[in-house]
């Protein structure tokens, strides 16, 4: 295990604080997680978010699996919710939430998808775990752990309410 | 492999509740400003309809092209060539042009079973009616409109709920896929029918059989109206058609038995006076016109599912 629950609870604090600071407060935010370990994390920023500045950022989710570019080399996957919050996404700044930036290819499709559902202003990019191995050229604003990697090992992240605790694991090398 | 859909009976729990809870995350769509997703870009899909069938067609058209597919329409009306013949070589000629799947509607009951297990073509077929036999993919809106005023969160869940299917069973595709599908999704239909439009070997179906409209429809949680379908009719099955509204059409005293919840359902077209008063029609308890709005969102998700990914994920092994 490399980030335990206190861990990861420091990290979203600080990204929380990283975001206000960047953003100059809470107004025009969106938090969009990708499902299924970015929305939690979503919630939890805006969380934060709300007891620091007292107020209520909007959260949504944002499913890319029809966007992904891997789409057709696998059999065809359920989706997951894309919820959209009421005051949609026009003009306001949206920061993606993801659990693990690693290829960048998710973020890719999730910038396509954004392109599909409104016209922000900005669009920022909030990681818990950034493994490193971009594909594309794509990088994070707010990265709470840099986990430098083997490309053979996995990460896994685990969160209280979706799983059992909140977790941050390497699962090593694989034996040959 | 499994890719085709060519009958209700085919789907697991599993394939269904995949269905209904994808087109649900694609119901959604209807309300963003693009109404369109990329998942079949660059993939042809052919719309071969032997029998008319103006709402079913748009239907599947409308889902096609909201997954970004390309839309060919066939339409075969006035065929005079015999069936395999005719069948044959309109496959061949689907897959000259790159078919990556077929949505057919066909008069003869076994055609799409037929077309996807020749040989002739190598896309997946998706059964849009064929016959007196299925209509997999209205069984399948019709379940997803249930589920959304009946059922509990879990996709599909109808355990327990009780289904009457009324009127024109002997006829009717619609009554089959959906004694089959519901019946999977643990609810339990009741079909109600004169002895003259119930099929032989009904006894053989997951349903429950009656008579009498009257004892029934107060039980049910929704209540579907069938069409009866004169134009399959040779002989007399009833003796006026008075004498059937009166004894299985919907009007506004039998809609006054029904529970507060219940819904009311018909697959379109209906022929108002006939199976049901327009007064039931266009009451609130109609969710008729959601039916048609439902069946864009399966048919999408049954494209998505099929023809999405390298391999589809749900369907029949043939």
Known sequence: MVLDARDITRALTRISHEILERNKGADDLVLLGIPSRGVPLAERIAERIASVEGYDVPVGSLDVTMYRDDLRMKPA???????????????????????????????????????????????????????????????????????PTSLVERVKVTLAGVDDADAVTIFGEVAS | MKRHLLSAGDLTRDDAELILSTAA??????????????????????????????????????AAKRLSADVINFAAKGSSLSKGESLKDTALTLEAMGADAVVVRHGASGAPHLLANSGWVRSSVVNAGDGTHEHPTQALLD?????????????????????????????????????????TLGAEVTLVAPPTLMPVGIESWPVQTSYDLDTVIPKADAVMMLRVQRERMQGGFFPTAREYSRRYGLDGRRMATLQDHTIV??????????????????????????????????RMAVLYLLLGGSEPAVGGEE
């Not at chain 1, 919820?83 to 930036?101: A, N, Q, S, W």
């Not at chain 2, 109808?158 to 009554?175: M, N, P, Q, T, W």
């Not at chain 2, 006076?273 to 959601?290: H, P, Q």
């Open chain 1, 77 to 147: 996957r359920a989706l997951l919710p894309t919820k959209l919050p009421p005051g949609g996404i026009d003009g306001r700044t949206v920061v993606l939430v993801d659990d693990v930036l690693f290829s960048g290819r998710t973020i890719r499709a999730a910038l396509d998808a954004l392109n599909d559902i409104g016209r922000p202003r900005a669009v920022r990019l909030a990681v818990l775990v950034d493994r490193g191995h971009r594909e594309l050229p794509i990088r994070a604003d707010f990265v709470g752990k840099n986990l």
């Open chain 2, 25 to 62: 995350e694609l119901r959604e769509l209807a309300d963003r400003p693009i109404k369109k997703l990329p998942a079949l870009r660059g993939r042809t899909v052919v719309n071969l309809f032997f029998e008319d069938s103006t709402r079913t067609r748009i239907s599947f058209e409308a």
């Open chain 2, 143 to 183: 379940a997803f409109t249930m589920w959304r005023h009946l059922g509990e969160s879990k996709p599909g869940g109808l355990e327990g709920r009780r289904i009457a299917i009324v009127g024109d069973v002997l006829h009717s595709r619609v009554a089959r896929s959906n004694a089959l599908l519901l019946n």
């Open chain 2, 265 to 298: 359902m018909h697959p379109g077209p209906m022929v108002r006076g006939m199976e049901i008063t327009a007064d039931v029609a266009d009451s609130s308890r109609s969710v008729i016109v959601e039916q048609v709005t439902n069946g864009v969102a399966v």
